[in-house]
C-alpha cells in the first residue's frame, strides 16, 4: 500500500479550502451564472489523482459544507459531489490513460447530468430556475478542467518531488 505525503495531505486541504472560497467568492451578476464547480473540479482532481480514489464519505461531508455555505436545501450539493466522485471512481483506470480533452468531455457529461439532476430535485421543491443556468456552469468547468488539471497537477508534482 502506498503511504501519503504530508505535502499531498497538505495541498489536497489547502485546494479544497481555496476551491469553498471560490465558490462563495462574490461577482457581478453578469458573470454569476458562469461559476464554475470549484469544488467539483477539486474533488474530481483528487479522485482521478490518488490511487485508492476520492472518499465519499469525505465528498459528502464536504458537500454538506458547501450546502452550509450557500444556504441551500442541505445535502443537495452533497449529492452532486458523490456523483461526480463515484463516476470518477467508477471509471478511473480508464480516465488516467485519455488525454486531458476527453477527460474535461467526461467530466462535462458528468457535471451535466449531476445537474438535471439537480433541476429535477429544485423543480420537486418548487425552486427552479431555467435548465440553461444550470447548464451553463457544467459546460464552464468542463472547458477548465485541461488548466485547472495542470495547474493543480504541477503543484502537485512540485511538492512530491521536495
Known sequence: MKSVSMGSV??????LLVALILEVAPLTEALHGWRPFWL??????WALETSRGGSLLLTWLVGLLQGVLYGSL?????LF????VFAI???QQRLR???VWQQALFLTIVFALGQLLMFWLDVLTGTPKLLLQYMVPALVSGLLWPWFYLALHTLHRLLLRR
Open 74 to 78: 442541505l445535502g443537495l450539493h452533497a
Open 10 to 15: 497538505f495541498l489536497f486541504l489547502i485546494s
Open 89 to 91: 471512481q467508477r471509471f
Open 40 to 45: 467539483a473540479l477539486t474533488l474530481a482532481y
Open 97 to 99: 490513460m485519455f488525454p
Open 81 to 84: 459531489l458523490v456523483i461526480v
